[in-house]
Structures are given as structure tokens and as C-alpha cells.
């Protein structure tokens, strides 16, 4: 579980919602079941989201939601996509430390 107020992953219809209407900094992982980096980074992004408060996490299955992986051309998965005021901010791809990503979400606090 990612988050400390409501559902983890979320659809496609869910998304828009939550990245124009939510009153905090949205961090949408995109990832895929089958792949590997992305359940490695998993546990990260759950440790972010319990020290992080401040901060929305949320979870977009690629294989799952297809057309909004193509809208924002996800092509490497795990895609960390920073939204602020439904804009996307900043692009982590990859697997990265914990550290790196909280600095990251840090800049647009």
C-alpha cells in the first residue's frame, strides 16, 4: 500500500481527478506487475509515502491503462511522474535510491 488516505492504484479515470484536484504534490508511479525494477522500487516509494505526508503517492499499471501510458509516452518503466497543479514537474525513470527520489520530490515542495 502506498498511501497514508486512500487507494494505491488508481485508473485512468481516477487519475485526472486526482492530479487536478488534489491540494498536494502527486507522485504517480507507472509500473508493471511483471516488471522487475518496478517491485524493487516498490518498497521505496511505500517508505516515501509513509515520511512523505505532504505528499500524494499513487500507482498506474501500464499494461492496464495503455492510453494513459501512451499520453504521457511512457516507454521505460518504473516512470515516476511528478504532478503539481495537475502539470507534470519532473520525470524519474528508473530505479533509484531513496534518497534521490525524496530529494527530487523535495525541489517542488
Given at each position: 500500500m502506498y498511501n497514508n488516505d486512500s487507494e494505491t492504484e488508481i485508473t485512468e479515470k481516477e487519475f485526472s481527478d486526482l492530479i487536478n484536484n488534489s491540494h498536494k504534490l502527486v507522485v504517480v508511479d507507472f509500473f508493471a506487475e511483471w516488471c522487475m525494477p518496478c517491485l524493487m522500487i516498490a518498497p521505496i516509494i511505500e517508505e516515501l509515502a509513509e515520511k512523505m505526508k505532504e505528499v500524494k503517492f499513487t500507482r498506474i499499471n501500464v499494461d492496464d491503462?495503455?492510453?494513459?501510458?501512451?499520453?504521457?509516452?511512457?516507454?521505460?518503466?518504473?516512470?515516476?511522474?511528478?504532478?503539481?497543479?495537475?502539470?507534470?514537474?519532473?520525470?524519474?525513470?528508473?530505479?533509484?535510491?531513496?534518497?534521490?527520489?525524496e530529494e527530487k520530490i523535495k525541489n517542488y515542495f
Open positions: 491503462n495503455k492510453n494513459l501510458a501512451g499520453k504521457y509516452n511512457i516507454s521505460s518503466i518504473p516512470c515516476l511522474i511528478i504532478f503539481k497543479n495537475g502539470e507534470e514537474v519532473k520525470r524519474i525513470i528508473g530505479s533509484q535510491t531513496s534518497e534521490i527520489i
